[in-house]
Each structure stands twice: as structure tokens, then as C-alpha cells.
T-cell receptor, first 114, second 111 residues
Framework: EPEVTQTPSHQVTQMGQEVILRCVPI?????FYWYRQILGQKVEFLVS????????KSEIFDDQFSVERPDGSNFTLKIRSTKLEDSAMYFC????????????FGPGTRLTVT | DAKTTQPPSMDCAEGRAANLPCNHS???????VYWYRQIHSQGPQYIIH???NNETNEMASLIITEDRKSSTLILPHATLRDTAVYYC????????????FGTGTRLQVFP
């Protein structure tokens, strides 16, 4: 069964460093998302992406964050200058098209900022 | 998006039906009810969704009250692998497809 994959599974970085989290959505999916979950807290929406553009973003998704679909298969989330509070599990998700209601989530990347 | 209210935790014996309630009294006519679950720290997993009618798939059944102010997710024969946090989400998918997760119900299935 096709699945969303994410790499790395765990990333440790120092405060102020840039990180790129990578996702490979399911191949025929057109809609892509990033969510995050701080340990012990709710899953929070960050951004949705369609047709090479951001469709919607949350207040969390400030200028330090960016997303890109560089090559038609990968979907990346970049954090330019990480802060301690960026430590969280980051989930990528994808959806096949507008008529589908199901978002498929990846296993997540645990980001630890020290 | 309408707010949902779920009990923080529930227990269920293995093999029995698990009935997870959700209150969404402020739901509007074009909002769907979605259920997702999260096993340990894995990515959330879609279970089922509905608008007005009851729905059933291979994983679960969704019962929506006639006034749509509440719903119940039913896992007909719970297994230990169904131990997870279950999220009831209400969203108007025509203008947004973001999922707003609450705190959910932590379902513990015991042998």
C-alpha cells in the first residue's frame, strides 16, 4: 500500500541553525500538508500546498518557515533559524485530490533543537 | 470551524465494541465530521467521515444524530492494536482542508 515517507526520523540541531525536513508524498497526490506536534500537545496545522503554491498557513508558519516541492516528488519544510520551541514532531500529509476527504500522514520527523 | 468535545479517556475490553462519543453542537450545515486516530506518536490515521448519514467502512461505523450536534464512532470489535488517541474533527472542506485537532479521547483496550 502506498505511504507517505519522511526523512530523517530524528533530527538534532543547534539553536539558530537551518533545518530541512523531507517528505515524499504518495505519488499521485496533489495536496500536501505539514503539521507539528509538540510533545504532549495537540497536532497543529502549519501549511497546505497545492499547485506549487501555499493554499493556507497558520499563525505558526511565520517567515522562518518555508515549503517547497523541488522536484515533483519531494515536499520539504525548511526552518531558517531554529528556536528551542521548534522542537516537535513534524508530520507531512498528502491528499489525492479535491474530491477526497482523507489525508494520509507520514510517520513524522522528531526535531530536537538544543 | 465548529468546536468538538470528547471525553479525555475511555477503556474497552478486547473483542467488545468501543463507542466513542463526540459533541459538536455548533456544527454548521456544510461541515463534515471526521475521525482520525493516533497510535502512540505515529502520524494520525484517517478512520471515517460523514455529513448527515451514518457511515460504515472496514475500520468503523459513524453514527451522526439527526440534529448533527453529536456523533459516535464505533469500533465493532476492539483489539489491542486499537489503543490510540481518537480525534473527532469538524471541518467545512469546501473552503479549507486543514485539520484542527483537539485533545481527543485516549482509548485503552485491555485484554
Amino acid at each position: 500500500e502506498p505511504e507517505v515517507t519522511q526523512t530523517p526520523s530524528h533530527q538534532v540541531t543547534q539553536m539558530g541553525q537551518e533545518v530541512i525536513l523531507r517528505c515524499v508524498p504518495i505519488s499521485n497526490h496533489l495536496y500536501f500538508y505539514w503539521y507539528r506536534q509538540i510533545l504532549g500537545q495537540k497536532v497543529e496545522f502549519l501549511v497546505s500546498f497545492y499547485n506549487n503554491e501555499i493554499s493556507e498557513k497558520s499563525e505558526i508558519f511565520d517567515d522562518q518557515f518555508s515549503v517547497e516541492r523541488p522536484d515533483g516528488s519531494n515536499f520539504t519544510l525548511k526552518i531558517r533559524s531554529t528556536k528551542l520551541e521548534d522542537s516537535a514532531m513534524y508530520f507531512c500529509a498528502s491528499r489525492v485530490d479535491r474530491s477526497s476527504y482523507e489525508q494520509y500522514f507520514g510517520p513524522g520527523t522528531r526535531l530536537t533543537v538544543t | 470551524d465548529a468546536k468538538t468535545t470528547q471525553p479525555p479517556s475511555m477503556d474497552c475490553a478486547e473483542g467488545r465494541a468501543a463507542n466513542l462519543p463526540c459533541n459538536h453542537s455548533t456544527i454548521s450545515g456544510n461541515e463534515y465530521v471526521y475521525w482520525y486516530r493516533q497510535i502512540h506518536s505515529q502520524g494520525p490515521q484517517y478512520i471515517i467521515h460523514g455529513l448527515k448519514n451514518n457511515e460504515t467502512n472496514e475500520m468503523a461505523s459513524l453514527i451522526i444524530t439527526e440534529d448533527r450536534k453529536s456523533s459516535t464512532l464505533i469500533l465493532p470489535h476492539a483489539t489491542l492494536r486499537d489503543t490510540a488517541v481518537y480525534y473527532c474533527i469538524v471541518s467545512a472542506s469546501y473552503n479549507t482542508d486543514k485539520l484542527i485537532f483537539g485533545t481527543g479521547t485516549r482509548l485503552q483496550v485491555f485484554p
